[in-house]
């Protein structure tokens, strides 16, 4: 099923070389855009996993003046025309040209469908990095070393702008809960003291992890639960079977 986009069906929008894999074609960058499609996949990421659940559960409508809302991401488009076949094929969903990575189906984007950018004012995510911590996701150890007071001022500035501009608590009871959740979650954290951690309220994977610790749980214990049946029932059979043998050696004795 590799490279499929080879075959006739789709020859028509063959415009290169297939068998490059998109590398040689793909490495000018004349239509240079601002902004990090990298950080703005993460800063989606986060999002997506630290926001969006608790959004969902309060049923709340992001409004379009809100920076968080999904169309405020000039990549999205793009990012939901990926097509992940297997680990060695990534599909363009407009051309469906196939490639061997991710990276290169990321060079293909942005040489052959950079006129599909939404490029405007304020629509980069990435520009929200410094608000939704960003770099701790990227790096698995914390950044703790060296903290800038002055950097963690700025970055709780437009945390917490974002918070006033995505859930105005003159909105409603909704809108003020995401509003305390959004301080609690990213807010808090920008900070030097290192006291508050960021995400503090747990986003999507936590919830999956706790669901997947429950369920292996339950495989372990039931097999205790039903070996624990067995071994009830086996020592009532065995000491009926004790009775029979008692009462049966009770019937033969009385005659003799
Ligand atoms: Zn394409």
Redesign the pocket.
Known sequence: MVHVSSSPLFSG?QVYDESSGGRNFEQEHPHEVHCSRERSRIARKVIEEYLTPFVERENYQLSKKCKLHPEKDIFRDQEE?KVYIDIHEWR??????SFREENFLDQ??DN??YNLLNVSDGKCLADLCGALHCDAVMTSKSSRSKCNPAAAAKNRHLCESLADGCFPISEGPSASRLHELFLHQFCNAHTCSGKQKPFSRGGKEQRSFFSIAAAALILVLLPVFYLFLYLIQSDMKSRTQELRRISKAGWKTKPS
């Open positions: 929008n025309h363009c969903g407009y051309c469906k040209k293909h984007f052959r469908h």
